[in-house]
């Protein structure tokens, strides 16, 4: 099976976020199978879909740094995109994509494991990450797009630690310090794990042979189509549009809180953060017992279908608090989404943690 290798120059972030999108539109259309390679050519923070961003951006000094802050079409959490890695995009046809988000992660990344361990590095696999002794060096995430799925990855080559740390929100700068020390104890790299960084043309192609060894499949190099290229561009711009980038901010202007407070005898707002295998964050508002607005947010991936968690939150408008889990159970069941980061069970006991708050137990 003949596939595309694609190397592109360095790209700013509303292109990176972009280019996989372009891809997946040409494979679904029945192009070839595409596996996508570049980086960052200055740093930006990358929020997944999923969150909000004034929970998790140090907005002021991004703002004061001019580093751009973008929202991604892939769920995760946020991440400090910067040219200290090196990124893949691998865009394949649904019907060849494994149907479990465990066996589409074993399947696209055992390539790039196997050219980490050809520098001598231990990398294993562990869910959507690649880890050396338990420090992530690679982190990947996966979606659909129509008649393709996308898995998108990196290797980290290079480390900014104090970077990172300074564009995360925190609870404070005691903690940013604590941050950016733990950082360097769950992060890692090549150059830390080897004292050097390879040429991204070698590495390039290793993944080549990796891929080709790996799917039994042969790569022809190639270029973006005129096509692909002026979608890309079209996505790019769309992503430079703030009612994008705050949209889920923006979706819920009245549930800003990481607390709960009782506002009067028959209102109480209400937020917590639940640790499935990823995390749930949840801010309710109820009213007179019933859940007046809710929102969903973390950094899980939803593979399908899209838009799941916004028509769950609409579903869950003007439900009696006492009756919430059956609404959960129905769209669960009608719709069946394939989540990677939490379950069905997950969600109900982060709602049930937050409904057992003293203030939200004051007015149901």
């Known amino acids: 099976m003949s596939w595309r290798f694609i190397v592109l120059p360095p790209q700013d972030g509303y292109h990176m976020v972009t280019s996989f999108v372009s891809v997946a539109d040409y494979v679904s259309k029945g192009g070839k199978n595409t596996l996508l390679v ?33 929202r991604r079409d892939l769920g995760g959490g946020t991440v400090v995109i910067t040219p200290g890695e090196h990124d893949y995009f691998i865009v394949v046809r649904a019907e060849e994509a494994p149907s479990t988000p ?20 231990k990398a294993e696999l562990k869910d959507q990450d690649i880890v050396v002794n338990g420090k992530k060096i690679s982190g990947n995430g996966a979606m659909t797009y129509d008649k393709a799925v996308v898995v998108t990855g990196n290797i980290l080559l290079h480390l900014d630690v104090d970077l990172i740390s300074k564009c995360v929100k925190v609870p404070s700068e005691k903690f940013r310090d604590k941050m950016a020390k733990e950082m360097s104890e769950w992060l890692t790299s090549v ?37 692909e290229i002026q979608l890309w561009e079209k996505l790019a711009r769309e992503k ?40 749930i964050r949840l801010t309710v508002k109820i009213v007179n017992k019933k859940i007046d607005e809710i929102s969903i947010s973390g950094d899980f991936f939803v593979m399908s279908p899209k838009g799941f968690i916004e028509e769950l939150e609409d579903k869950l408008k003007g439900v009696e608090v006492t009756k919430y889990q059956e609404v959960i159970r129905k769209m669960f069941e009608e719709k069946k989404p394939v989540i990677f980061g939490f379950t069905i ?16 137990q004051e007015v149901i």
């Open 102 to 121: 465990k066996a589409l992660y074993e399947k696209y990344l055992t390539p790039v494991l196997n050219v980490l361990r050809s520098y001598g590095i």
């Open 191 to 227: 150059e830390k794990e080897i004292g050097y960084i390879p040429p991204r043309d070698e590495i390039n192609k290793r993944l080549k042979e990796e891929f080709e060894k790996w799917l039994n499949i042969k790569f022809e190099d190639a270029t973006l189509t005129p096509e």
């Open 38 to 70: 570049f980086y960052a050519d200055k740093p930006f923070v990358n929020v997944g879909v999923h969150q909000e961003v004034w929970l998790e951006v140090n907005l002021e000094f991004t703002k004061k740094m001019g580093i751009p802050v973008i």
């Open 345 to 360: 069970d997950d969600l109900i006991n982060a709602m049930e943690e937050l409904i057992r708050k003293p203030e939200a």
């Open 240 to 279: 430079m549009n703030e009612e994008w980038i705050y949209y889920k901010d923006n979706r819920h202007p009245e549930l800003k809180t990481e607390r709960c407070v009782k506002i009067n005898n028959s209102v109480a707002l209400c937020h917590v953060d639940y640790k499935a295998r990823k995390l």
